[in-house]
């Protein structure tokens, strides 16, 4: 069993993560307004990787025989000025996430949890690709602001592909 405090924060962490799954399909859905199916796929792929990061986390506390407590999932914003906005929006909510799972590392040391600090370790590694991949897309879509260059962005971002991630191999 985990202590009382980090079972909060784990099960604060799951409502997050999905919370940012509820984000990424808003985003896809305004996306898809605006005609770039490609984009909002890419964006899709980002709600199921973030759903997979919640159930990771829930199947952890109920490994560790504790009940989850999950919180409310508040209306992500829905509409958005641009795509540029939407991956800025994104950048930042990346490194929120980042920080939230920082948080919940450093008081798995403060709790001498070890097994809890090891298994933050994936996230750790996880959020700095999260951080990259909407870095790496913010910098694409200001490159490319124009709607022609926008067209053929939209065409690379549609051929990402959803992967299970190994935590969840053989669990779902």
């Known amino acids: ?92 909510h990346e490194k929120l996430v980042t920080a939230s799972i920082h948080a919940i590392a450093e008081l798995a040391i403060a709790l001498k949890d070890h097994a809890t600090k090891q298994f933050l370790e994936w996230f750790i590694k996880e959020q700095v690709e999260e951080e990259n991949s909407s870095e790496t897309m913010l910098r694409q879509v200001v490159r490319l602001e124009d709607e022609k260059a926008l067209f053929l962005l939209d065409k690379e971002a549609g051929a990402r592909l959803f992967a299970l991630p190994l935590p969840l191999v053989g669990k779902i």
Not at 2 to 11: G, P, Q, R
Not at 13 to 38: C, H, I, N, R, W
Request: charged share 25%; proline share 3%; glycine share 4%.
């Open 1 to 92: 069993m985990v202590d009382k405090k980090m079972l909060k924060a784990l099960s604060e962490q799951v409502t997050k993560e999905f919370y940012s799954a509820y984000l990424y399909m808003s985003m896809a859905s305004y996306l898809e307004d605006k005609v770039l199916p490609g984009i909002a796929k890419w964006m899709r792929v980002q709600a199921q990787e973030e759903s997979c990061h919640a159930l990771i986390i829930f199947n952890y506390i109920c490994e560790q025989g504790c009940k989850a407590e999950l919180g409310a999932i508040k209306a992500p914003p829905s509409d958005f000025k641009s795509v540029t906005e939407v991956f800025k929006h994104t950048v930042e």
